[in-house]
């Protein structure tokens, strides 16, 4: 049966999230204009709408009068750091919502967590960057109890959420297969694991051979889950033991990560419909009993940057691939297709758990 994709429009305007700019600094030429809390200002800090250990949707204004410039001269958002003044910062630009108010959902926060945030309005063309005063909100803790088995109608139960999310439309965490620490999470018994900064740390901060658990540097040293002596040292092992499924230790029960059959099952007899939602893109997935569930695009972690967010969906199955051992499965999706392929065990990728 072959994956049914619809295109539907977004159902609420939400934020995609760019890469790492400074707020307070001057990238290039830009200069910077902050807001004096008048109503002439440019850029007007929002409040908190929603907020959850690793999201927070923020709202704000804006008034392009005083610049005499339209929506399509500049990039409305806001800048989010854990520094009070936003050095360095991370820039979301928002979908307008009205004419002078937008709303951005961020992700990727850690739990229990202070950040400070500011709207920005970037006019690229001028060299400018407007901003409103910069506030506060604190991330909540972190919890798994929103999480819940969902009955398709298959051999398994799917997840409500990633590993380490809380609404379906969280990313969850990043793993390479095998490893059961996520991005910025300590592991002491992978002392290979190291900062992008190069300082040496338990913390997941960076994904390659180099830093994968079960190698010595490199994707033809591997000490664990290898059918092939020219690829390391054989086990035959073609499934990830318990102790080395991030589903099972991190939510713990009978939860695991589902296997390339499961995945299969998955493809072949649900219906895939490429959506937007709560301003996330991806799939949501109807099984043949109506119920469904959804799987956010969240790309893949490579080195120490995340890619194709909002483009692909790349989630790891619990299955090697035995004639290339330094691979395992992991089912891709995007606006066009779904299917399994197998990539390298050192890429950092989100997982769906399944259970009985």
């Not at 051979?209 to 040292?233: A, M, P, Q, V």
């Not at 043949?288 to 989630?315: C, K, M, T």
Request: proline content about 3%; aromatic content about 12%; some cysteine.
């Amino acid at each position: 049966m072959k994956p049914n994709f619809l295109h539907l429009t977004t159902v609420w305007a939400m934020a995609l999230c760019f890469s790492l700019i400074s707020c307070n600094s001057n990238n290039g030429s830009n200069s910077i204009v902050v807001g004096t809390g008048s109503a002439n200002d440019v850029a007007v800090t929002g409040t908190v709408d929603d907020i959850g250990s690793v999201y927070v949707q923020l709202d704000g204004k804006f008034n392009l009068e005083p610049i005499s410039l339209t929506l399509s001269d500049v990039k409305v958002g806001v800048e989010v750091s854990e520094n009070r003044e936003l050095k360095p910062s991370r820039f979301c630009r928002a979908t307008v919502v009205g004419e002078t108010s937008f709303s951005v959902k961020v992700m990727e926060l850690r739990p229990q967590t202070t950040y400070y945030y500011c709207t920005s309005v970037i006019d690229s063309e001028r060299g400018r960057t407007y901003v409103g005063r910069v506030q506060s909100f604190t991330t909540a803790e972190k919890s798994l109890g929103r999480i819940v088995p969902i009955d398709l109608g298959l051999s398994v139960r799917w997840a409500s959420c990633n590993v380490g999310a809380e609404i379906p439309e969280d990313y969850g965490n990043y793993y390479a297969w095998g490893e059961i620490v996520g991005y910025d999470e300590a592991d002491e018994n992978n002392k290979k694991n190291y900062a992008y900064n190069t300082q040496t740390s338990y913390v997941k901060t960076y994904y390659n051979w180099s830093t994968y658990k079960y190698c010595d540097g490199n994707s033809t040293s591997l000490t664990k889950y290898c059918t092939k002596d020219n690829f390391g040292i054989i086990d035959e092992k073609l499934t990830l033991e318990l102790m080395d499924d991030a589903a099972h230790i991190n939510m713990g029960g009978r939860w695991r990560m589902p296997t390339h059959t499961e995945w299969s099952e998955l493809q072949a007899h649900c219906r895939w419909d490429w959506i937007t939602q709560n301003g996330v893109k991806g799939c949501k997935v109807t099984g043949p009993n109506g119920n469904s569930i959804f799987l956010p695009a969240a790309g893949y972690r490579f080195e120490s940057a995340v890619s194709h967010v909002g483009v692909d969906g790349y989630y790891w199955s619990s299955s090697l691939d035995g004639s290339y051992p330094n691979r395992a499965w992991r089912a891709r999706f995007n606006d066009e297709n779904v299917g399994m392929m197998s990539r390298y065990r050192n890429d950092g990728r989100p997982i769906r758990a399944v259970c009985p």
